[in-house]
Structures are given as structure tokens and as C-alpha cells.
């Protein structure tokens, strides 16, 4: 009786550690994973219970994918693709207002090297 009780217990630590690790930070309640991960590891049974009562969030289970399924890689690619275009916009128009300065300065001292040109050429 004691091993089933202990087998038990492993196989509940196990699919505690694997759940908290293959979960991702926003499915995780009231502490950080790393938290979870050692209070399993410390306190076993009570560590695991605490985990699937209390920081398992069961609403926000995702479907699971199979490895060499291709949802998984369109799934990957949406999260890639959520970008904040607001912060990128403004980077690209300050770039644009930067290029544009720099070619208005070429043109200004390539003006200001063509007068001193024909100063100089017509002095002489």
C-alpha cells in the first residue's frame, strides 16, 4: 500500500512539474513559474495539490498541437506578427525627418560649394 500511495504522489509531482513548464506566463496565477516549480519540487503532494487548485488556470488551457502539426507554426507566426505599430510609425517618421535633414544639408553645402566655386572662378 505504501508504494501505490508514493507512486501516486510521483506521478502527481510529475504532471505538476510538466504542466507548470509547458504552460505559458499568462496561464500561470498568483506566482511566477520559477515559484511554482521549487514549491512542487520542496513540498511534493501539498506543492502539487496547491498547484492544480490554485495556480492552474483552467480557463485558459490552449488546445494542444502535435510538434509537426502546422498549426503550430501559424500559431507562432500570429504571435510574431502582433506587433505595436504605434511605437514603429513614429520610429520610421523620425527616421524619414533625420533623412530628410541630412539631404537638405547636402544640398545646402553643395549650394554653398558651387557660390564659393564661382567666387573663385571668377576672381581669377
Known amino acids: 500500500m505504501p508504494y501505490v500511495i508514493g507512486a501516486l504522489t510521483l506521478l502527481l509531482?510529475?504532471?505538476?512539474?510538466i504542466d507548470i513548464i509547458t504552460r505559458s506566463d499568462d496561464q500561470v496565477r498568483h506566482l511566477p513559474k520559477?515559484?511554482?516549480?521549487?514549491?512542487v519540487v520542496i513540498l511534493p503532494l501539498i506543492g502539487s495539490i496547491v498547484w492544480f487548485v490554485?495556480?492552474?488556470?483552467?480557463?485558459?488551457?490552449?488546445?494542444a498541437v502535435p510538434f509537426g502539426d502546422p498549426r503550430r507554426h501559424e500559431a507562432a507566426a500570429q504571435r510574431v506578427r502582433h506587433v505595436d505599430t504605434t511605437v514603429r510609425d513614429?520610429?520610421?517618421e523620425a527616421e524619414l525627418?533625420?533623412?530628410?535633414?541630412?539631404?537638405?544639408?547636402?544640398?545646402?553645402?553643395?549650394?554653398?560649394?558651387?557660390?564659393?566655386?564661382?567666387r573663385g572662378g571668377s576672381a581669377d
Do not use: T
Open 34 to 39: 520559477l515559484v511554482w516549480v521549487l514549491l
Open 90 to 92: 513614429a520610429e520610421i
Open 97 to 118: 525627418r533625420l533623412a530628410e535633414k541630412e539631404a537638405r544639408i547636402r544640398r545646402l553645402e553643395a549650394e554653398v560649394e558651387a557660390r564659393r566655386q564661382q
Open 13 to 17: 509531482v510529475i504532471a505538476a512539474l
Open 54 to 63: 490554485v495556480g492552474h488556470d483552467w480557463s485558459a488551457r490552449q488546445e
